[in-house]
């Protein structure tokens, strides 16, 4: 059973940053792929950014790249996503995503079987 918790959400101006966090329950962590996506009234769910269980390998949606970044702390069983020149269209709930079998970077293809509840990211203009 591997459980999600996000925080890290918030208001901010455009050409802010934020940095989403995500606590993992569960033994081993190390060996989840982790991921990101978000999701925008009205509109699909979009992949954001994914990690692998060691953190070697990373994956992020084009329109985030440059300017979102993902990382973990496997001792503190967390993935965070640095998110920084926000624009108005990064306005979405975002969603912590993980696996624990057969991925090893969580992409939009990809996707893992467990999911946070979600944290509110507004970006004003």
């Known amino acids: 059973q591997v459980q999600l918790v996000e925080s890290g959400g918030g208001l901010v101006q455009a050409g802010g940053s934020l940095r989403l966090s995500c606590a993992a329950s569960?033994?081993?962590?190390?060996?989840?792929?982790m991921g990101w996506f978000r999701q925008a009234p009205g509109k699909e769910r979009e992949f954001v950014a994914g990690?692998?269980?060691?953190?070697?390998?990373?994956a992020y949606a084009d329109s985030v790249k440059g300017r979102f970044t993902i990382s973990r702390d496997n001792a503190k069983n967390t993935v965070y996503l640095q998110m920084n020149s926000l624009k108005p269209d990064d306005t979405a709930v975002y969603y912590c995503?993980?696996?624990?079998?057969?991925?090893?970077?969580?992409?939009?293809?990809?996707?893992?079987?467990?999911w946070g509840q979600g944290t509110q990211v507004t970006v004003s203009s």
């Open positions: 995503n993980a696996d624990d079998d057969t991925i090893v970077v969580v992409t939009a293809n990809a996707v893992g079987d467990y």
């Open positions: 990690i692998s269980w060691n953190g070697y390998s990373t």
């Open positions: 569960g033994r081993p962590f190390s060996t989840y792929a």
